[in-house]
């Protein structure tokens, strides 16, 4: 699940709206705003801290407008939501896809079922937002897991490459895969991977124009002994489109 909007960047005090996204390969179908489905949704302008708050099933979630220049990060956290395996073989994939194989081994070795188990799973999206001159820089929020943009979409140069910094339990992620999904103008989304650094910090070249989401999954074998889910996963995810200052 990912932030979405059409209108990346936009004058102050004009309309943004902001819609909730669940799908594969930056594709997806609109949800609808219910409380019931996050324990946080809010935006950060000029480092302050505001709630969003939409009339329960309104879609797009959320009708903005800023009366303030600059970087604006939106931020949404979601409630726990559980999935079934009914095959050892769709977790393997799964683990495969997100750089995350040592699982399945593991898998293995705790002798955890091969069929009908489950996982927990959390989601964690931000999505960069430039009003008026876009000047700023995004936030570390302090949630569990996130993608820090390092590098401003909206004031940047077209030939530096873009930073970000993965971060999860308010440390530095090192050797971790970040999976860019790119979408240009006709709606094509083509997919890249790199890696975090020791300090946690991953590099990629980005195209004028185009809209990116960033996505990082961390899976952790669920310890809690009330909980009959035998993993817990966390997404990580960040959207913006890249433009160039000089423009």
Same mark, same amino acid.
């Given at each position: 699940?990912?932030?979405?909007?059409?209108?990346?960047?936009?004058?102050?005090?004009?309309?943004?709206?902001?819609?909730?996204?669940?799908?594969?390969?930056?594709?997806?179908?609109?949800?609808?705003?219910?409380?019931?489905?996050?324990?946080?949704?809010?935006?950060?302008?000029?480092?302050?801290?505001?709630?969003?708050?939409?009339?329960?099933?309104?879609?797009?979630?959320?009708?903005?407008?800023?009366?303030?220049?600059?970087?604006?990060? !939106? %931020?949404?956290?979601?409630?726990?939501?559980?999935? *079934?395996?009914?095959?050892? &073989?769709?977790?393997? #994939? $799964?683990? =495969?896809?997100?750089?995350?194989?040592?699982?399945?081994?593991?898998?293995?070795?705790?002798?955890?079922?091969?069929?009908?188990?489950?996982?927990?799973?959390?989601?964690?999206?931000?999505?960069?937002?430039?009003?008026?001159?876009?000047?700023?820089?995004?936030?570390?929020? !302090? %949630?569990?897991?996130?993608?820090?943009?390092?590098? *401003?979409?909206?004031?940047? &140069?077209?030939?530096? #490459? $873009?930073? =970000?910094?993965?971060?999860?339990?308010?440390?530095?992620?090192?050797?971790?895969?970040?999976?860019?999904?790119?979408?240009?103008?006709?709606?094509?989304?083509?997919?890249?991977?790199?890696?975090?650094?020791?300090?946690?910090?991953?590099?990629?070249?980005?195209?004028?124009?185009?809209?990116?989401?960033?996505?990082?999954?961390?899976?952790?074998?669920?310890?809690?002994?009330?909980?009959?889910?035998?993993?817990?996963?966390?997404?990580?995810?960040?959207?913006?489109?890249?433009?160039?200052?000089?423009?």
């Amino acid at each position: 699940m990912w932030l979405d909007t059409t209108t990346y960047q936009q004058k102050i005090d004009a309309e943004v709206k902001l819609s909730l996204v669940n799908g594969q390969m930056f594709d997806g179908f609109e949800l609808s705003y219910f409380k019931s489905r996050f324990s946080e949704f809010y935006y950060i302008n000029n480092n302050k801290k505001v709630d969003i708050e939409s009339r329960m099933g309104d879609t797009p979630a959320a009708t903005l407008s800023f009366s303030n220049n600059g970087l604006v990060t !939106g %931020i949404y956290v979601s409630e726990k939501s559980t999935i *079934n395996y009914e095959t050892l &073989d769709k977790f393997s #994939e $799964f683990a =495969v896809e997100k750089g995350e194989e040592w699982a399945i081994k593991k898998h293995s070795d705790l002798k955890f079922p091969k069929v009908n188990f489950k996982e927990d799973y959390y989601r964690f999206s931000k999505i960069l937002i430039g009003v008026g001159n876009s000047q700023g820089s995004d936030i570390q929020a !302090g %949630i569990k897991h996130e993608i820090v943009a390092l590098t *401003n979409p909206y004031n940047r &140069d077209s030939k530096d #490459e $873009f930073y =970000v910094k993965l971060i999860f339990n308010d440390k530095p992620q090192k050797n971790r895969q970040i999976t860019i999904f790119e979408r240009d103008f006709e709606k094509n989304v083509t997919t890249q991977v790199t890696f975090t650094d020791d300090d946690g910090i991953a590099k990629f070249k980005v195209t004028e124009g185009n809209e990116y989401l960033i996505d990082n999954v961390i899976i952790e074998v669920n310890e809690d002994p009330k909980n009959d889910a035998v993993w817990s996963s966390y997404w990580a995810a960040l959207t913006f489109r890249a433009l160039d200052a000089t423009q």
